[in-house]
């Protein structure tokens, strides 16, 4: 099984197991699938393991008509950088839990999305047009080349990559253990990291398996 199954909606409204298939989603109901932490070890990325340098990635188009790089976002202590896309249910029902995360930790956090997606309803003005109607509070960016995404070993929407003050990966993963519904979430995997990162400790959980819809690369990722 790959780290991210497809994702298949028969309906529209609230994003629900009856009505979007997921196939790896029942590791949730299994506990989770998590590593703690041991050192030079990643179970379920190929390219980045916890610990290494979060790969650079510079002048991706954003949403706001500028260009961004990663490097200016080093004033914050945490780098939350998440993988997504517009069409996605998965990643739409993600989508509020964010505005909140961000809203909640703003002051000492950046967060930063990045689409990949080859998919028509993700391009840069499928994005703009969004961002239009609601705004995102955080920086949306357009990767056309999907250079980041290789980079990164991002396999689904959402994929989230915490990262700490000398911008290695602290965790990385799902956001939570529970995409159907955030009442019964019960490992806040980016919520934890993140405290721990801000407490001068190191996370709980340093990889889980990231559930969501797979990203299609046009070239074999790395």
């Known amino acids: 099984m790959s780290l991210a199954s497809g994702c298949r909606s028969h309906g529209a409204g609230r994003l629900r197991l009856g009505l979007v298939t997921c196939l790896v989603a029942g590791v949730f109901a299994a506990g989770g699938l998590t590593v703690r932490g041991e050192p030079g070890q990643a179970k379920f990325n190929k390219v980045l393991k916890p610990g290494d340098l979060a790969p650079e990635f510079r ?9 961004h790089g990663l490097d200016e976002y080093r004033e914050k202590r945490v780098l939350v950088v998440v993988f ?3 069409h996605c249910p998965v ?7 964010l505005a909140e995360f961000v809203e909640k930790y703003r002051d000492q956090v950046q967060v930063v999305a990045i689409s990949v ?11 703009q ?20 995404g290789s980079a990164y070993g991002a396999a689904a929407t959402p994929h989230v990559f915490v990262l700490d ?17 955030v009442q019964q979430v ?10 721990a990162l801000l407490a001068g400790k190191e996370p709980p959980v340093k990889e889980s398996l990231p559930v969501g819809c797979p990203i299609r690369y046009k070239t074999p990722a790395k």
Request: charged fraction near 30%.
């Open 84 to 86: 997504t896309c517009n």
């Open 186 to 195: 019960s490992k806040r995997y980016v919520v934890d990291a993140v405290e």
């Open 129 to 148: 047009a969004l961002h239009a109607e609601k705004p995102f509070p955080y920086p949306y960016l357009y990767d056309e080349s999907q250079k980041s």
């Open 165 to 181: 003050a000398q911008r290695r990966i602290a965790y990385m993963g799902a956001f939570d253990d529970n995409y159907n519904d």
């Open 91 to 97: 990643a739409k029902e993600y989508a509020g839990r």
């Open 59 to 67: 002048d991706l188009p954003g949403v706001d008509g500028k260009s």
């Open 117 to 127: 997606s080859p998919s028509a309803a993700d391009k840069l003005d499928k994005m």
